[in-house]
């Protein structure tokens, strides 16, 4: 099960939750019941991202556009809003505007940075899956400029 399914299941659970951060208690929970489990979940699955934030950085890797930044927000993380900073090139940015705002999210920008926000884990999950669900529009594009010669340097 790949990022995004392992975000989805872990998202619906949270939502039945009693807990204020019911992604943060079943987190905790997992900690507690089974550390290699939860370090696998966060570390591998997740690539080190928060949930909910985890599957957006990833769809939109899987789109050939540059992260930097991600935090889900609340709680002791820095952004107010779940957000992931991206740098698109400009046929990207175009197809992603669309997605965003058909999702419900935002973008800010600084100094040519995207910063794509959403009022809640749940509304980033769906860009992530909007994204996805679009790849093929993404794989007609052609590579980005960040990505000339980086093939032999990966053959080296």
Known sequence: ?????????????AEKSDSADGVGALLDELREADDIGHAELTGIVFSNNDPGVAGLSAA???????TFYSCSAGGYHHAKYPTVGAVPDRARAELLVDLIRKSGCGVGQSDGRWYIYGR??????????????????FDVL???AWTEGLQEVLDD
């Open 120 to 137: 809640s884990v749940w509304q980033t999950h769906a860009l992530a899956k909007s994204i996805v669900d679009s790849r093929e529009l």
């Open 142 to 144: 052609p590579a980005p």
């Open 60 to 66: 939109l890797s899987a789109a050939r556009v540059v």
């Open 1 to 13: 099960m790949g990022c995004l399914a392992k975000e989805s299941s872990l998202l619906a659970r």
